[in-house]
């Protein structure tokens, strides 16, 4: 039986979270209130309760990251290590980190990050890692190809994991990641997937009243992402100036190549398809596809810049999903869902505020709105952060990599549907023995890269009908 909603209940996290932190702010301040003894972290006289943090990728979501981790106000946390392949990109994610410390009060966590303990190079995170002990977090916000790679460590250490989506790329990866996944669970280590829209509490109410039945049963449910070129999903050809070799221009534009990120498919859209999953609480079984590219000369990428792909769950509804990344066209980023008593916004316009809404029938106007969730919708990026540190600190159980390796592998059976032409089952995808790069763990940082320009700085690129096996 698959099972969306993962090895846990949410509302207990919160729950949970709420207790811990309070249980160690109560403890922090010798408060004289009774606590009640089982959530309580257990903090001894002379006691170091700190929870150390370790970042691996230092770009954009690795430093929001960071930040949000240092905003967990139930207990000490503190930044100890970083760790990326570009000495430009650590140094200026440590700039960020430290200003925002210094502006917002509200974040507590502090930053012990010396030259020393700042790693550049595919081994980095080994020495970042050799800063922490469990019960300690490490981040990894690298492109998703080197996720099993740093998880697996990890898990051998001991130590708590928060990784970004998508954890998985192909099947190989997807089928090390269950297994990584399992040995987590089975060593009580706590493990956070960037999914943080399964964090937010509207969206989180929306499912209650959908399992409640207040739109009947879904029949389908129709997601889109459609916007101008995105991240590094359109990318030139390595310029003759660059001095850095292919390998780390292809990790710098990494959303143009499936290897590294399972292309702007499964970057882009991977949210809107497990939050439309968790409205269902399945995963499709099936997946068939059509996509293209445009107007894409100058482009070396891999990616299509249409993907339009239909989804099919055991019982037979249907989930539609529209990617773009095309200049000129209209825009829009949400997710809906029709019951056979009613229709639902899932998310409106990007991922936070959701804006989630219920309405009588399926013309979504104003008079047929039946409910709508709370403006002033608190950060699923922090919530997530705050369920994760709390799980820590009350020692319950958490571990969402299953969830987040089968949302990936729903992520790639859409993407591989669309490359091949055909129908894509969740069985197909799983055991698919195309490994985009089953050298990422050997990867140096004057080496080959996983894949190679042939003379005019092409890279292969998807035909459907043509190529049916393998994506390209
Ligand atoms: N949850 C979300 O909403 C969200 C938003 C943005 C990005 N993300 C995810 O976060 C991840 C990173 O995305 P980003 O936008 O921050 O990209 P980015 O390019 O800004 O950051 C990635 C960083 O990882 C570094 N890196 C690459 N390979 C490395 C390795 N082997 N060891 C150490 N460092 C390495 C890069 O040099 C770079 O600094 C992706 O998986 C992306 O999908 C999630």
Known sequence: MIDPAGGFSRREMLKN?????????????????????ADIPKVHAG??????????????????????????DNGPIKLVAMADVFP??????????????????????????????????????????DLLRPNDVAIFATPPAFRWVHFGEAIKRGINVFMEKPVTVDGPSSRKLLALAEQATQKNLKVGVGLMCRHCDARQKLHDRIKAGEIGDIVLMRAYRQAGPTGSAFCEKMPKDWKDGELLYQIKNFHAFLWASGGGYSDFLIHNIDECCWMKDAWPIKAEASGGRHYREGYIDQNFDTYSVMYTFADGTKMQLEGRTMPGCKLEFASYAHGSKGSAVISTSGHT???????KGQNMTEENLAWSAEPN???????????LIGAIRSDKPYNEAKRGTEASL????????????KV?????????????????????????????????????????????????
């Open 17 to 37: 979270s709420g207790r811990a932190a309070a249980a160690v702010s109560a403890v922090a301040s010798i408060s004289s209130h009774v606590l009640s003894g």
């Open 410 to 421: 729903v992520t790639a059976m859409g993407r591989m549907a669309a490359h091949t032409g």
């Open 47 to 72: 006691e170091d309760n700190t929870i150390r943090v370790a970042l691996v990728g230092c770009g954009g979501r690795g430093t929001g990251a960071a930040v949000q981790a240092l905003s967990v």
């Open 88 to 129: 430009t990109k650590l140094e200026s994610s440590y700039k960020n980190i430290t200003s925002q410390l210094k502006k917002s009060k509200s974040i507590k966590g502090t930053v012990d990050v010396p030259e020393d303990h700042r790693f550049i190079g595919f081994d980095g995170y080994k020495q970042a890692l």
């Open 353 to 359: 505020p959701a804006k989630c809404r219920i309405y």
């Open 377 to 387: 919708e608190p950060n699923p990026y922090q919530l997530e952060w705050n369920h």
């Open 424 to 472: 894509i089952t969740w069985d197909d995808m799983l055991n698919c023995e195309h490994e985009f790069a089953p050298n990422v763990d050997k990867l140096t940082m004057k080496g080959p890269a996983p894949i190679v320009a042939d003379k005019d700085g092409r890279y292969p690129l998807p035909q459907p009908g043509l190529k049916s096996k393998t994506e390209y």
